[in-house]
């Protein structure tokens, strides 16, 4: 145990601050990346924060991209002949003293960068440039947080958005409806079971409980096959139901939660219900489930975040972009655009973490009492 | 049976009716299933035909299905050991009396709740060879002996590593589990340990190490069973970042084939169910001779209501 302002203290702390960097970096260079433009998510060295460079080409200060660095001197020319005749080009000193048919706009010192207008193509025309010192580039820093509606219209895809109208809201839509109908068919249904589980005597009860429990080792791909048969049979590939139809019918990790839950409840409270002639619904409802609303809002968190981050489920059951969720449109865009638009990518990264970012963050004691209790009771 | 029992039945059958239907449709059913179509020859086309052990035969002598499997236990090896440590660490980090000890453990829980789908992207851009935020550390420190960054994702050497150290930024959900079971340790044994002079090292290996063993040794069983599944992460990460291949392929050079995607592919695209399922059931018997064991180091251990 390290106390206050010992030297153990220190490198406690110490090793905290270093890991909790290496913790958080990845986050900070998704956001960094989300809001910088394209051209500065491919410079080296690497920078964290987003620019905007500002230079006078021409007369005019306009936003410039940095393009490189010339390595030895020269001059900016006018060409009086050849192909590029009334062109503007760069041409080095070697080059220069050997002889051009050109006039010598400004010269250029050896380190000067290679500058382009930003966004400044003209229809047919070249963008402005020039050859200047760096220390004629301003910068500051600029956030461009329109990649961010730009991200998220890319995400649909060009041709189809236009006649599905499939898109970044459609995506979101699908995502809500599998993560809420799955919240409420995990809440209610496990509920209902574990009551009967836990609250319930009768012949077979606890045979069937092992039972339960027994199905948790089965591994996801052993049901995988057969599962997708089922689906099939019963019409819903390629439809949200395969997503969440069956949390409406229990799950063995959730009954076991809320069943442990259930059983600290005197007994005394069920009993003197009855005598009253409730009726075990009533008892239930009324009695059971509002004094369990811990268990019942973990047994909810969780369920949002498994459904909110599932991969597999969706690449199984959906088949047409339109029944997309979130999590499969992202990696359908990646996969199609290939690694290039990368402040798109982790734009719309950044907004499919955020709704669970928020929920965590909501409900933190929560989340962490829900872990740490299903963890170490195993 | 009286007339009371029988009431009591059928209540308790009443409440847990929609367990009965969905163990039987969405688990029973399925396992049965698989069982069966993995001694037959099925296509989801057509309907199954018995073939005996020909899959199970096949398999042996299926150089990817010992690839994918090599792949696996190569990643599981190293992830689960590795992750243990770092949350186990993390946690006994966090268990020390410091200011601002909920906002460090907020900060190493938050990955572990990121979508795999994002967090493959994040880390592919990360890994990636040229601009990415690894090799933009790396190359400064390597570029003194005369070294750079490998290519991680794109090279066959490093993309499994890559993935461990993807997998370790998401162990703050174990970290959470430690750090519950290191503040159960009773204070009584720490300070009895320190009047009987015991050093810190002392106390952490006779105190503090068997208090909470049984809980690292079942969620690392727990966690070496999730690592066997491994799945979108090399799915997405493989792909992407080695252009345009099937996501199946385990590229580069085949060292991302991992067992779940060996198993995905050959059922879904390749249209094999039957031989799918056989491998499905022979990770089936692997995780439950790992589950078996990890009760085995559970059991005895009260578990204590939320």
């Known amino acids: ?378 | 049976m009286t007339r009371s029992d029988r009431k009591q039945l059928r209540a308790g059958l009443a409440f847990t009716s929609l367990w009965i239907v969905g163990l039987f449709a969405f688990t029973a059913y399925p396992v049965v299933a698989s069982l069966y179509y993995s001694f037959c020859d099925y296509s989801i086309l057509k309907s199954p035909v018995w073939c005996g052990l020909e899959n199970y035969r096949q398999l042996a002598h299926d150089g990817l299905f010992w690839k994918s499997l090599r792949n696996t236990l190569f990643y599981a090896g190293l992830s689960v050991p590795l992750g243990t440590l770092v949350a186990l660490g993390l946690a006994m980090l966090l268990n020390c009396e410091i200011r601002g000890r909920s906002f460090f453990r907020l900060l190493f829980f938050m990955p572990s709740i990121v979508p795999v789908v994002a967090s493959a992207m994040l880390w592919l851009w990360i890994f990636n060879g040229e601009y990415g935020l690894m090799n933009g550390f790396l190359n400064p420190i390597l570029g003194l002996f005369g070294l750079h960054g490998p290519a991680w994702l794109a090279d066959p050497a490093w993309s499994k590593p890559a993935l461990v150290i993807m997998s370790l930024w998401g162990t703050g959900n174990a970290m959470v589990i430690y750090l519950a079971g290191l503040q159960n340790v009773p204070r009584e044994l720490y300070e009895a340990a320190e009047i009987d002079g015991a050093s810190s090292w002392q106390r952490f290996r006779h105190v503090t190490l068997p208090t909470i063993a049984p809980v690292v040794a079942f969620n690392a069983i727990m966690a070496l069973i999730g690592a066997m599944q491994l799945f979108a992460q090399a799915y997405i990460m493989s792909e992407a970042a080695n252009g345009n291949g099937n996501a199946s392929d385990g590229n580069p050079e085949r060292s991302t084939l991992f067992y779940s995607i060996y198993l995905f592919s050959t059922a879904f695209q390749d249209i094999r169910m039957g031989y799918a399922s056989a491998m499905a059931y022979i990770l089936f018997l692997v995780t439950a001779a790992l589950t078996w064991f990890a009760a085995r180091l559970s059991r005895g251990r009260s578990g204590e209501a939320l």
């Not at chain 1, 010992?6 to 702390?13: P, Q």
């Not at chain 1, 606890?206 to 199905?215: G, K, V, Y």
């Not at chain 1, 009855?274 to 019942?296: A, H, K, N, Q, Y």
């Open chain 1, 1 to 378: 145990m390290a106390r206050p302002h010992t030297a153990s203290h220190r490198i406690v702390v110490a090793l905290l601050v270093a890991c909790s960097a290496a913790f958080v970096l990845p986050f900070v260079w998704l956001v960094s990346t989300s809001l910088k433009p394209i051209e500065q998510t491919i410079s080296l060295p690497l920078t964290f924060i987003p620019r905007a460079y500002m230079a006078a080409i021409g007369g005019r200060q306009v936003e410039v991209t940095l393009d490189y660095a010339v390595s030895g001197p020269g001059a900016v020319v006018r060409f009086n002949s050849g192909p590029d005749a009334g062109r503007t080009g760069f041409v080095t000193s070697g080059q220069l003293s050997r002889g051009v048919d050109a006039a010598v706009v400004h010269p250029v010192q050896a380190g000067s960068w290679h500058v382009t207008e930003k966004d400044g193509a003209t229809l047919g025309g070249r963008p402005a440039w020039d050859i200047i010192p760096r220390e004629q580039v301003s910068s500051r820093i600029r956030f461009r947080w329109d990649n961010y509606p730009k991200a998220l219209a890319a995400l649909g895809g060009d041709a189809e958005a236009d006649r599905h109208r499939v898109g970044f809201w459609t995506f979101l839509r699908n995502s809500v409806v599998v993560a809420v109908l799955g919240v409420l068919g995990t809440v209610f249904s496990n509920a209902v079971i574990a009551y009967g589980f836990a609250r319930l005597r009768w012949r077979g009860r606890d045979a069937f409980f092992a039972l339960t429990l027994a199905t948790m080792m089965v591994p996801f791909p052993v049901l995988m096959v057969p599962l997708y048969g089922v689906f099939k049979g019963l019409g819903m590939i390629g439809t949200l139901l395969p997503l969440w139809l069956p949390t409406w019918f229990g799950s063995a990790f959730n009954i076991f939660l809320m069943r442990q839950f259930f059983r600290t409840i005197p007994e005394e409270l069920s009993e003197a219900a009855r005598i009253d002639g409730c009726s075990e619904w009533r008892i239930f409802w009324r009695i059971i489930v509002p004094l369990s609303t811990p268990v019942l809002v973990v047994a909810a968190l969780f369920h949002f975040i498994f459904a909110w981050n599932d991969f597999l489920g969706p690449l199984l059951y959906l088949t047409r972009k339109d029944t997309y969720t979130l999590a499969l449109a992202l990696e359908s865009y990646q996969s199609q655009n290939g690694g290039v638009q990368w402040h798109y990518l982790m734009a719309a990264s950044a907004v499919t973490i955020l709704p669970v970012i928020l929920l965590f963050l909501l409900a933190q004691k929560t989340f962490i009492r829900g872990i740490a209790t299903t963890g170490s009771k195993g």
